[in-house]
T-cell receptor, first 116, second 118 residues
Framework: GENVEQHPSTLSVQEGDSAVIKCTYS??????FPWYKQELGKGPQLIID?????GEKKDQRIAVTLNKTAKHFSLHITETQPEDSAVYFC???????????????FGTGTRLTIIP | GAVVSQHPSRVICKSGTSVKIECRSL??????MFWYRQFPKQSLMLMAT?????????EQGVEKDKFLINHASLTLSTLTVTSAHPEDSSFYIC??????????????FGPGTRLTVL
């Protein structure tokens, strides 16, 4: 099965600066990497995802890069704003039997704080 | 959009009682739904996978007789915590997949249900 590691666990960034969160995965067959944002007391919200046929995807201030050789992917948030403060989770397919490719294994999360 | 709702958002119950949590896909049909639990300041842990019209598949270590899952329609899955105890107190979150052609399919999450067992 897949093992996902996420760093850093906490990140404080001055408003307007960029934030980068990195995840590594273990299964070279993994082909889908979503990022979720979770605000306090709420469910995770998909903010961007990438499939293994591309190396980068961008949506306004948010981008994700994927390095299949090194088996890591990163979330980049530019021009950070106070409303970006939340916990961010990366994920990858869990693998294995019983619909393993549809299940997700989540990273341990990064608590991002934007300092006004 | 892909909106998933959960009900209730919060529930407090006495030890030994059963609690039912509903997960609904509001604007799409969900062939597969997932149930997770999340302890404070921790990540999401998958409990089970629910497919419409068939039995749920549980992750290792999750008691299927304690966490009953029913996926009666393409828009509704329910999780029943039977004989709840304080250690079952947690944040329970469901997710749903549209069942599109691109695999793996995107998971859209509900807002979560905070269960407190006294």
């Amino acid at each position: 099965g897949e093992n996902v590691e996420q760093h850093p666990s906490t990140l404080s960034v001055q408003e307007g600066d960029s934030a980068v969160i990195k995840c590594t995965y273990s299964d070279s067959a993994s082909n889908y990497f979503p990022w979720y944002k979770q605000e306090l007391g709420k469910g995770p919200q998909l903010i961007i995802d990438i499939r293994s046929n591309v190396g980068e995807k961008k949506d306004q201030r948010i981008a994700v890069t994927l390095n299949k050789t090194a088996k890591h992917f990163s979330l980049h948030i530019t021009e950070t704003q106070p409303e970006d403060s939340a916990v961010y989770f990366c994920a990858a397919p869990k693998g294995g039997s019983n619909f393993g490719n549809e299940k997700l294994t989540f990273g341990t999360g990064t608590r991002l704080t934007i300092i006004p | 959009g892909a909106v998933v709702s959960q009900h209730p958002s919060r529930v407090i119950c006495k030890s030994g009682t059963s609690v039912k949590i509903e997960c609904r896909s509001l604007d799409f049909q969900a062939t597969t739904m997932f149930w997770y639990r999340q302890f404070p300041k921790q990540s999401l842990m998958l409990m089970a996978t629910s497919n419409e019209g068939s039995k749920a598949t549980y992750e290792q270590g999750v008691e299927k007789d304690k966490f009953l899952i029913n996926h009666a329609s393409l828009t509704l899955s329910t999780l029943t915590v039977t004989s709840a105890h304080p250690e079952d107190s947690s944040f329970y979150i469901c997710s749903a997949q549209r069942g599109g052609t691109i695999r793996p399919d995107t998971q859209y999450f509900g807002p979560g249900t905070r269960l407190t067992v006294l």
